[in-house]
């Protein structure tokens, strides 16, 4: 988000904030808000009506407030870059779990893109944080696998271009959802046996079931159907076909 639309760090609090809440609560309250920002509630109502007026999220007082996609593809970027540099502060620099969160959040604001996907590859593409182990949400660079990332040159990147939708991991979709593989993310061994069994970038797949406690998704695939794990799933991503995924994530 570099030039003239880059966004005030404040607003990047804001929408990050509100992902993390989201994925527990179908809107955010007003109080929530102010609890986790330590700030007076009077104060988040009147940047939750600044960002609503800018398209970000959706609010009403008595409701609560919720990410639109546009609000949503910003705070998935940004919680990335936090989550990565939670990661190569425990992983690379040896900082203490309850040190990492805070001194990510000083950083998380500053760091390019190009920092962001070097930090990836230096960290092995890493899919989870390392204090509460929360998902790390997939880069927006138009790669359908980390390998092809591996490949390109920093000078050619401009020429892969940006994703223009949210995508959502397997384990998030819900019996009867269905979507189109964007990307996968891992390294060559798992990626490769996942292309074996048909889980292909733009092949459709539907959910079959999902398991409570981090069990297997089953879905459907080209004909087939296949239990995937837990933390397989959790690294296939999909643009979502049907709008009841997009509906409950939003509220």
Same mark, same amino acid.
């Given at each position: 988000m570099p030039g003239k639309d880059k966004l005030s760090e404040n607003v990047e609090e804001y929408l990050e904030v509100l992902y993390r +809440?989201?994925? %527990? $609560? $179908?809107r955010v309250s007003t109080s929530v808000i102010a609890r986790n920002l330590r700030i007076a509630p009077a104060s988040v109502t009147q940047m939750l009506k600044k960002l609503e007026a800018n398209g970000y999220i $959706? &609010?009403?007082? &008595? #409701? *609560?407030?919720? +990410? %639109?996609? #546009? *609000?949503l593809k910003i705070a998935k970027k940004i919680t990335r870059r936090h989550r990565l540099l939670e990661r190569f502060l425990h992983d690379v620099l040896k900082i203490k779990k309850d040190k990492v969160h805070e001194q990510a959040c000083e950083m998380e604001h500053s760091l390019s893109d190009e920092a962001e996907r070097a930090l990836c590859q230096l960290l092995k593409h890493p899919d989870r944080c390392p204090d509460d182990y929360e998902p790390i949400p997939p880069c927006d660079l138009k790669f359908t696998t980390c390998e092809e990332c591996l490949k390109k040159r920093s000078e050619e990147i401009s020429k892969i271009g940006m994703r223009g939708q949210n995508l959502f991991p397997l384990i998030e979709l819900k019996k009867g959802d269905t979507g189109k593989i964007v990307f996968i993310r891992g390294g060559h061994k798992m990626i490769r046996r996942l292309l074996d069994m048909g889980i292909t970038p733009n092949a459709v797949i539907k959910i079959i079931e999902t398991s409570p406690f981090k069990g297997p998704v089953e879905i459907s695939v080209r004909g087939s159907n296949l239990a995937l794990g837990h933390s397989i799933a959790a690294n296939v991503f999909v643009e979502v076909i049907n709008n009841e995924l997009e509906a409950s994530d939003h509220g």
């Open positions: +809440l989201s994925r %527990t $609560e $179908e $959706e &609010y009403s007082p &008595y #409701k *609560g407030a919720n +990410l %639109t996609e #546009k *609000g």
